[in-house]
């Protein structure tokens, strides 16, 4: 490909993708245009301002294999400011907290009986050594754990699981999915095998800050609170697109090459050339949404950092408290409580206001912790993301749209297209990464 002219690259989206992706256009001597709707940088790992510090919106930590991510962070000289923890994991089940960290804590997990709780821990052990994931495409992780770790772990611990994660399509989800949550957390095990899990002392808003210093510093361009309406295509190739802003002024700029690393299934609004084919790719895959509150307690709920919730009545499929890991000091004190949820696009709660999603949640606090009361909140956050996580469903390699589309010049660099590994920044990033390389090695 011959050397793009400068100020021809456009990027839709500033999120870890089109940061990364406009970091490898600058280092390779191009300039770019990055175009993101919201009025912050960072998507999904964007951060609130609480006053003493950022905060992610949905509840983030990296695990020890995000070379990626690490890479980055050292390129910033910001690798220092990463804290790594040993992580605790524990299961509410019929209204008891039990600990789930360790081997020994899954054989003393009494809800199962013994024979399923070694059936369960072979059967993790196993999973965890297991370099080859293709063969389970072909099996839903459903199917999966019924046939191998039996009824009883089944509804107990992997259909809970699935179900919060993946609502009305549980039964639909890949076993390749589940095997990658068993590699990464294997990954991140030190050499006692337990669990390590880091946080970038600051927030993710650190990383993204430099980031945009960088691009910006390089002579490149951030448009924030400018929405990408259209890409313009003639003969099959890319000439334009058409942006609004936050004030309703719309623009059309020029470019020959235009990196989209929107979720996949908002492209076809923005462009009517995509072949059928293709654009069928682009809705198919199916998202699942987010909803976070963050809770500022004066006292911690738990002594846990990752708490699966297997309760139907419990609206929420997490309760991870950031500061059984990170030191409460960063946040004056604060213990910082998210309660998550994955839920689908009809989601009643995507309609009802903040105030009463928390006071829905109050008495199911009650029963994880039945000393809770609302004297014990200091303020509280709702975040709703619709894109929050991709439906990993039966062989999902053959689905993935390519990054190089069949309109020429237009390219994806979507969290859709991570896999086998489940989404993450330190993925976006290296998927953005590779895309821009391609396209200047095209
Ligand atoms: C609840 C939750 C917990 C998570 N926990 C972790 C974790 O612990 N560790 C970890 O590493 N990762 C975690 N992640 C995942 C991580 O945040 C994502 O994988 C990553 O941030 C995705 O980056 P991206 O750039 O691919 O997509 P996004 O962050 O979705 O970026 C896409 C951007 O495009 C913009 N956009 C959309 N449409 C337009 C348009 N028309 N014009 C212009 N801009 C547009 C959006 O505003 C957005 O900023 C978590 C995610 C969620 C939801």
Redesign the pocket.
Known sequence: MKKPNNKNIAI?????????AAHEFIKKGYTVQI????P???????TFDIGEAQV????????LS?QH?IDLLKEFDLDQHIIWKNSSTSYFYDGKIYPFTTPLDLLKFSPVNLINRIRMGLLALYLQRVKKWEKYEKITAADYMKKYAGSQNYKIIWEPLLKGKFSDYYEDVSMSWLWSKFATRVASRDKTFQEQ?GYIEGS?DILTNALAQYIINKGSTIHLQ????KIHVENNKVIGLD?VDSLGNTERQNFDVILS???TF?LP??IEELPDDYKKRLTDIQYEG?I?AVWFLNKPLSNSYWMNISDPNIPFL?ALEHTNLFNSDLYNGNHIL?T?D?VTQTDPRWQIDDENIINSYIPHLQKINPSFDRSWINKTYIHK?R???PVVTLNYSEKIPNTKSPIDGLWL???SQ?YPQD??????IG??KKVAEDIINK
């Open positions: 839709i989206g500033g999120g870890y993708s089109g940061l990364s175009y993101e709707a919201a912050f940088l960072g998507g999904l790992a964007s992610e919106k949905f509840y983030h930590h990296l695990f995000d991510l899990l993710w400018t929405r990408v309406t942006t690393t929107i979720p908002y609004n923005l987010a976070a997490l998210y998550a994955y993301e894109a929050a996580q660099a979507a969290m991570v989404r993450g920044t330190n993925y976006s998927l953005g």
